[in-house]
């Protein structure tokens, strides 16, 4: 079996909501819930964690530090994550982040029922129960090779 399937622990993306929000952002979003729900820092009712971007960028090595800053933002100005800074010393710039959980609900009716209709990955044992007529493609895909002959 090869070391790159699942054998570590896999980020989560839930389709209707990378649709919504887009997908850098909806995998961000997922890894601040994670870390609020083990989080112990309760600040004016809520739940925050703190990161610096060079921490974001150890949990996701596959983006620059300057994507995830530019996906925490459009989160921010979305509304769907708030920041602030809690430091002892206001020289720490290191950003405290929760997810403003009440603006991410007004998602839900918003989100596009057939969104949940193409989850269709094939089943680890090989069995699924995904509609197969939709999987099915309309035409043949033209084959191409970029062979060259002399």
């Not at 530019?70 to 720490?92: A, C, P, W």
């Amino acid at each position: 079996m090869s070391k790159l399937l699942i054998q570590e622990n896999p980020l989560m993306i839930i389709p209707s909501l990378a649709v919504k929000i887009g997908l850098n952002e909806s995998i961000i979003l997922q890894q601040i819930h994670y870390w609020l729900v083990t989080s112990s820092h309760v600040i004016e009712g809520r739940k925050w964690i703190y990161n610096t971007y060079k921490d974001w960028q150890k949990q996701l090595p596959f983006w620059s530090e300057s994507t995830i800053k530019r996906t925490i933002k459009s989160l921010e100005e979305k509304g769907y994550v708030n920041s602030d800074n809690f430091n002892q010393h206001k020289m720490d710039k290191t950003k405290w982040y929760t997810i403003d959980y009440e603006k991410l609900a007004e998602l839900e009716d918003e989100v596009p029922t057939q969104a949940a209709s193409y989850s269709c990955q094939a089943e680890p044992t090989g069995v699924s129960d995904c509609d197969k007529e939709k999987g099915e493609l309309s035409q043949a895909i033209p084959e191409f090779t970029a062979e060259i002959t002399t």
